[in-house]
């Protein structure tokens, strides 16, 4: 198990399947497609959406999924 800070300084615990989910998304070169993810991914993708972690956004007419960065929103 792991711990990821989010915004705030508040630490999120996540499982080390959860984390493999949040690399592969942070790896990915722009959103992560739901349509390449399998079944499993797609439920990890949806539970670390609604604990803040994911966004779930339409991009290009696809539902994607991309790491939650409150920070650079705020910089911007």
């Known amino acids: ?3 990821v ?7 999120q615990p996540v499982s080390n399947e959860e984390n493999v989910m949040l690399e592969r ?8 497609p739901k349509a390449v993810m399998d ?3 797609q439920e990890l993708a949806r539970q670390l959406v609604s604990r803040g972690l994911l966004l779930r956004f339409i991009y290009e007419g696809k539902l994607c999924f991309a790491i939650n960065d409150l ?3 705020w910089e911007s």
Not at 25 to 32: I, T
């Open 39 to 41: 079944i499993r991914e």
């Open 1 to 3: 198990m792991k711990f």
């Open 5 to 11: 800070e989010v915004r705030g300084g508040f630490l």
């Open 71 to 73: 920070e650079d929103l």
């Open 25 to 32: 998304v942070k790896g990915h070169n722009g959103p992560l």
